[in-house]
């Protein structure tokens, strides 16, 4: 049902409405998500995984949750492993191993998490986790209005800096993209990389350069939240404050539990990660992904997502020549294009797009609902088929925001030559035309 209403709410705002209409739907969108809220992988992953991270690192947290030869994900590897569980973790007490398992208990596990990939937060992120745990402002009857928190903060700094309907437009956006309209709250933790950098981006929306500060953060919570930083390359303040907000954050990860291991341990996960996901057949989003969805038969796929567990691990993964020649074209002319280009994502991570109203017109915020709606009646007709072909629509959008920019700059770069300016006047005034 959250699908269906989705499509409605969606629908709508990609019309010119007015403004206490807009935020009718938004409001209704709002209790449409809060009756779909999805606890307990996020508490096992995000709460468990950090507050254990000491102990259990990356690849150990699902052999430590087994009691019994069930099917789980080697983490190492990412292959699947159905013998008897054998925890590696350091436990130091058997205190330690009590509060562990009941902390398991509380946190709404299931055993189907264990076929999931295993908690990849950064360093940075565990360590804010572990802070908001340890000191007790966090616990597993409260964790969840972090997100709620921090996402009603970036509102509000959003309707400060581009006002009322623009911010209507993203708040709808967050509240109805189709990867996470079922799933949006209920979490810890899962969204404060997204406030950071919606917080930033309307702070530089003000010419605050010290708004690329929470951009910053953003991108070392999360990475690739970095991509938006291609869009302030040429303001060198703004670029500074980035490069200080994210080396920040990167000495706030030493407390991670690990030290400088959790960033080595974090990079070989990484590793194995992405050239896993780059090509898993499932609800990732990203310009490679696309490319070796599309080349495999449909029955590996339906295999695939049935039961993750027979996912087939010889799957063409060759980049063909459409990826290469599409490849320089969304690099060259948008920072969203870029990353769409040059990563592979899981699905909820498109929100970031909710900066998109921030950076474009109005009529940017219609179509990116309009792509929005587009993929949840796709989704809610043919699932299996939409995860197969349907990340070709984000290329299309992409590929449209691209050709948009390179048209914006050449009509600036036009009007301003004929007003005589100099060369370097010139380059100056259109430089921030692109996003």
């Known amino acids: 049902m959250a699908y269906y209403i989705g499509v409605v709410f969606s629908g709508l705002s990609g019309f010119k409405l007015p403004n206490l209409f807009l935020w009718t739907l938004v409001i209704l969108a709002l209790f449409n998500s809060l009756n779909n809220t999805f606890q307990g992988w996020s508490s096992y992953h995000y709460y468990i995984g950090a507050k254990y991270f000491t102990e259990l690192g990356y690849f150990d947290l699902y052999e430590c ?3 019994a030869p069930i099917a789980r994900r080697n983490l190492h590897d990412y292959s699947f ?3 008897v569980p ?3 973790a350091d436990f130091q007490d058997l205190n330690r191993v009590a509060e562990f398992r009941h902390d398991i208990f509380r946190s709404g596990f299931y055993n189907q998490a264990l076929a999931d990939k295993g908690y990849n937060g950064t360093p940075p992120l565990i360590a804010v986790n572990k802070f908001l745990i340890n000191s007790h402002l966090i616990n597993l009857n409260n964790f969840k209005m972090l997100d709620v928190i921090a996402l009603a903060v970036a509102l509000v700094v959003l309707i400060w800096s581009v006002g009322w309907r623009k911010s209507a437009y993203i708040a709808l956006f967050i509240l109805t993209y189709y990867g996470t309209i079922d799933r949006l709250w209920g979490h810890f933790s899962q969204w404060l990389w997204l406030s950071s950098a919606l917080v930033g981006v309307a702070l530089l929306h003000k010419n605050k350069s010290w708004g690329a500060f929470w951009v910053g953060v953003s991108s070392a919570l999360a990475i690739f939240p970095v991509f938006l930083m291609l869009a302030y390359i040429k303001d060198k303040r703004a670029v500074g404050w980035s490069v200080i907000g994210l080396v920040f954050m990167l000495w706030v990860g030493l407390f991670s539990g690990r030290g400088v291991a959790g960033y080595t341990e974090f990079l070989h996960n990484m590793t194995i990660h992405s050239n896993y996901i780059r090509t898993e057949l499932c609800c990732n989003i990203g310009l490679a992904h696309t490319v070796a969805s599309s080349q495999n038969p ?3 796929y339906l295999t695939c997502f049935n ?3 027979l996912c087939r691990e010889d799957y063409s993964n060759d980049f063909s020549v459409i990826y290469w020649l599409t490849l320089f074209p969304l690099v060259a002319t948008s920072p969203l ?8 994502l899981s699905r909820y991570y498109m929100l970031i797009l ?3 109203p921030v950076w474009y017109s109005e009529r940017w915020a219609g179509r990116l609902q309009l792509l929005n709606t587009l993929s949840l ?3 809610i007709r043919n699932p299996e088929q939409f995860f197969i072909y349907g990340d070709w629509l984000w290329f299309i959008f992409f590929l449209l925001l691209g050709v948009s920019n390179v048209i914006q700059v050449n009509t600036a770069l036009m009007e301003f030559c004929k007003q005589g300016l100099y060369t370097a006047l010139t380059v100056w005034r259109v430089r921030y035309r692109i996003r």
Do not use: E, Q
């Not at 294009?337 to 592979?344: E, N, P, Q």
């Open 65 to 67: 949750t087994a009691v």
């Open 81 to 83: 492993r159905f013998d």
């Open 86 to 88: 054998r925890c590696n």
């Open 298 to 300: 449909d029955s590996d």
């Open 307 to 309: 039961d993750s567990a």
């Open 337 to 344: 294009g870029a990353m769409f280009a040059l990563i592979t």
């Open 354 to 356: 909710a900066v998109i």
């Open 377 to 379: 009646i796709w989704f």
